[in-house]
């Protein structure tokens, strides 16, 4: 192992190549190379686990990165939001009569000829278009920032100066549209054709963007969220996939600054890839992360001492212990005091959340389903492409009759989808994909939904409204523990409680035939949940009785 002749926090491509040089005397033929690690992932590993290294990287993202310089270490926490294939590179060269590397960087650190020669190695690395986790609540930014460099968070003037520069700076990078801006451009008379519009609603703005954009593809983002083109080497294309939520630690590449000489060979420069990904997303727009080490995060890996547990899954097609919920009897003026005050208590819980208002007109704009755009040769986001585990609210109190279009009644299709089988069609125009999700759903509406059949119908009736409160920062971490944790348990039915089960579910049945499987199912999802409520594994007598009686209760209030 290579001793310590570079810091691998603002040197990193140095310790790479120190890392390249040792093992290379150990080799007589350089292919041996080729798709492999020589020693350089190791050495990070050990700096950033074993030697505490990792609460020194900087977070990137939109408030750190006027600050941060290129080509040192940094660490990012992001969607993968689309997969843009391979790029060619030349990650090994003769420089005289010295090999050397190009792996985790942009272009060459040494000079060499013009045009190609045999003394180079062409490799391929995989791109990776991530974006922050859709919907991600600003405590998580708090919360992740704190934990990772204790002292940038800091209520002092010079803090506060220095985030308002930061924010200046940002104007000249590639962000986001705002929600007023798209509102600006949609008043046209003629919309562009890949435009979106969204109606405000009493549980917050839904910020939207023109997904037509090659860079601007979220079609809610604000101008603060920072995308990331994440270049990943060595690493099986089973170990990340769409819509995955990672934490990248590489070497950053960013320069508002640079420009190519478009009269120089790229062969000089060290990339082989394709120009439609340099024009689209330039370096000058859009960050690069050459990723040393990745890491596939859940929820619990967003609250703050959350352990990592086990996530109840799918099995076969059948989407297993999902459970949507539809508060009916909202109206303007109830939604406008206790949909607010629900939607806050989520976003104050909840890492992801989400709300949709739902009107015919927006329905009827634009696919809420993610679309491949073959111009850009980019995937163009929708509403539900969203990270696992997240919370999704859906407003129909503004819906009024009218008539969906054809794009209206697939967006329609792809929302029951998403409700009753916990999927989400992407349109990749020549065939369509079934992408599994993990997505929780509350539908308030004044009556029964039509278009979103819930799995549970619950009449909202409160009975006072209480002065708002604050709520200290640590019972809100409980609670964000607690909810967390609880929801990824693992659990099981002895053979005991089954026959309990059994014959109350056939004494069920005799005393109301129109009972079936899926009412069965909830049941048994009701169960699960009053259980693992009190933290237990096991369902119990006890917990059964109490799932029955919540049953029994919302029957009567419907």
């Not at 798209?182 to 979106?196: C, F, L, P, Y």
């Not at 997240?390 to 009024?400: A, F, G, K, N, Y």
């Amino acid at each position: 192992m290579v001793g310590v002749a570079y810091d691998c926090l603002l040197n990193p491509q140095g310790a790479v190549r120190s890392t390249f040089e040792n093992a290379l005397s150990k080799v007589s033929d350089p292919a041996a190379f080729d798709g492999k690690d020589w020693g350089a992932i190791d050495l990070f590993r050990k700096f950033l686990y074993d030697d505490g290294g990792l609460s020194q990287v900087p977070v990137l993202n939109p408030s750190s990165i006027a600050r941060l310089k290129s080509n040192t270490l940094v660490r990012f926490r992001g969607m993968i939001q689309d997969m843009l294939g391979n790029e060619l590179y030349v990650g090994m060269y003769k420089d005289g009569e010295t090999w050397r590397t190009n792996k985790f960087g942009d272009f060459f650190q040494f000079p060499m000829a013009t045009g190609s020669s045999p003394d180079m190695r062409v490799w391929e690395r995989r791109l990776l278009y991530c974006v922050p986790v859709p919907g991600q609540n600003s405590w998580i930014e708090y919360s992740s920032e704190s934990l990772l460099n204790p002292s940038s968070i800091s209520s002092s003037p010079q803090r506060e100066k220095r985030h308002r520069e930061d924010d200046t700076a940002m104007d000249d990078i590639d962000m986001q549209v705002t929600n007023e801006e798209v509102q600006a451009s949609t008043s046209n008379k003629k919309m562009r054709e890949d435009g979106i519009t969204s109606n405000s609603s009493n549980l917050g703005d839904t910020p939207t963007a023109d997904i037509g954009s090659a860079t601007s593809v979220l079609p809610y983002f604000d101008r603060n969220s920072l995308p990331c083109l994440v270049k990943i080497y060595d690493s099986p294309e089973s170990d990340l996939k769409l819509n995955d939520v990672f934490e990248f630690i590489g070497v950053l590449t960013f320069d508002p600054e640079f420009s190519v000489d478009k009269n120089v060979d790229n062969d000089i420069l060290g990339y082989l890839g394709d120009d439609d990904t340099q024009t689209q997303m330039p370096p000058t727009k859009v960050p690069r992360l050459h990723c040393l080490i990745h890491k596939k995060l859940s929820n619990q890996d967003f609250i703050t001492g959350s352990p990592t547990l086990e996530v109840h899954a799918r099995v076969d097609s059948t989407a297993v212990g999902k459970l949507s919920l539809n508060l009916t009897c909202f109206n303007k003026e109830t939604l406008s005091v206790y949909g607010h005050r629900l939607n806050l208590a989520l976003k104050n819980l909840l890492p992801f959340t989400h709300c949709v208002p739902l009107t015919v007109d927006y329905l009827n704009k634009i696919p809420l389903a993610p679309k491949k755009n073959y111009q850009t040769n980019r995937l163009a986001s929708g509403i539900l492409q969203l990270a696992e585990g997240s919370h999704l609210t859906i407003d129909e109190t503004q819906l009024q009759e009218g008539r969906l279009n054809p794009i209206g009644l697939e967006n329609a299709r792809v929302l029951q989808s998403l409700l009753e089988q916990q999927k989400v069609e992407y349109d990749f125009t020549y065939y369509k994909m079934d992408m599994p999700a993990d997505i929780q759903l509350l539908v308030l509406s004044e009556g029964k939904s039509n278009i979103l059949p819930a799995d549970l119908v619950l009449p909202f009736r409160p009975l006072s409204v209480d002065a708002a409160q604050d709520v200290e920062i640590e019972v809100l971490q409980s609670w964000r523990w607690y909810l967390a944790t609880m929801r990824s348990l693992s659990h099981s039915i002895t053979q005991e409680m089954q026959k309990v089960v059994e014959d109350d579910l056939v004494a069920a049945r005799q005393a109301d035939r129109s009972l079936g499987s899926l009412d069965f199912s909830r049941f048994l999802t009701m169960g699960r949940l009053v259980s693992l409520s009190f933290g237990e594994t096991t369902l119990t007598l006890e917990h059964w009785q109490m799932a029955k009686e919540l049953e029994r209760l919302r029957k009567e209030r419907l």
